[in-house]
């Protein structure tokens, strides 16, 4: 059984940054490692991912604010978050494929508000 757990959420005033960070419970080489968002009645969608060759992929809206990394071994993900904006707000989730496998966090709030 393998769990994902986030930190750093939180609340933060529009222009201002955060950072995520996940870890999984045992240290494993996920093929590729994400953050996905999900607002409320909105579908969850990808916010930017990375495959274990480096390759990233951002959603469009976050782009050039948000950045992608495993800097701290292969079963972490983190996400730094600048100039956040009210839409960016939403509960933010973890994700890991490993051996075609989806692997899920609890989620973490982040609020963007004046």
């Known amino acids: 059984q393998v769990q994902l757990v986030e930190s750093g959420g939180g609340y933060v005033q529009p222009g201002g940054s955060l950072r995520l960070h996940c870890v999984a419970s045992r240290v494993i080489d996920f093929d590729r490692m994400g953050w996905y968002r999900q607002a409320p009645g909105k579908q969850r969608e990808l916010v930017a991912r990375l495959s274990g060759d480096g390759i990233t992929d951002y959603n469009d809206s976050v782009k050039g604010r948000f950045t992608i990394s495993r800097d701290d071994g292969v079963n972490t993900v983190s996400l730094q978050m600048d100039s956040l904006r009210p839409e960016d707000t939403a509960v933010y989730y973890c994700?890991?494929?490993?051996?075609?496998?989806?692997?899920w966090g609890q989620g973490t709030q982040v609020t963007v508000s004046s």
């Open positions: 994700h890991g494929v490993w051996y075609g496998f989806d692997y």
